[in-house]
């Protein structure tokens, strides 16, 4: 929508005016106005890996600068579950196999590795983590935080 400010029409001015006093006064405006001027010092990395690499992923994580908190390093969290997925065709799965265009559905004991990252190393400590990471399609989810860790 296009809003053309025309001076000599008061009218158009404070119609102007309240539409926008309107619309930032909704509180929903309001927070999601605060969402994208945040600066986003930490972010929270989850890692999806197999139980039997998760203590290589967790090296990984640390030795890249992941899961600093104050006088600590190497803090994680893990919680131990099931993965599940079908590989299809063009798929080089690390467990499993593509027969016939599709493979059948794996069931895998996984670890989901939690760590607080500075912002500004996130891209590092995502490339370590992949290249140690034996999936070939890693799942790996990034959330910003509202904290300062």
Do not use: W
């Amino acid at each position: 929508m296009l809003l053309t400010y025309a001076p000599e029409h008061h009218f158009a001015r404070r119609s102007i005016f309240f539409l926008i006093q309107f619309v930032y006064d909704a509180p929903v405006f309001q927070a999601f106005l605060r969402f994208l001027m945040m600066d986003f010092r930490f972010v929270k990395i989850a890692v999806f890996v197999p139980a039997s690499h998760s203590d290589v992923v967790r090296q990984a994580l640390a030795q890249a600068g992941a899961g600093r908190i104050g006088n600590y390093d190497s803090c994680s969290f893990s919680a131990r579950g099931i993965g599940r997925f079908r590989p299809l065709k063009g798929a080089h799965p690390f467990i499993g196999s593509v027969v016939d265009g599709e493979g059948r559905i794996e069931e895998v004991e996984e670890e989901r590795i939690e760590v607080i990252c500075p912002s500004e190393i996130l891209d590092a400590v995502l490339a370590a983590v992949k290249k140690v990471h034996p999936y070939e399609e890693p799942a790996i989810d990034v959330y910003p935080l509202l904290n300062d860790a």
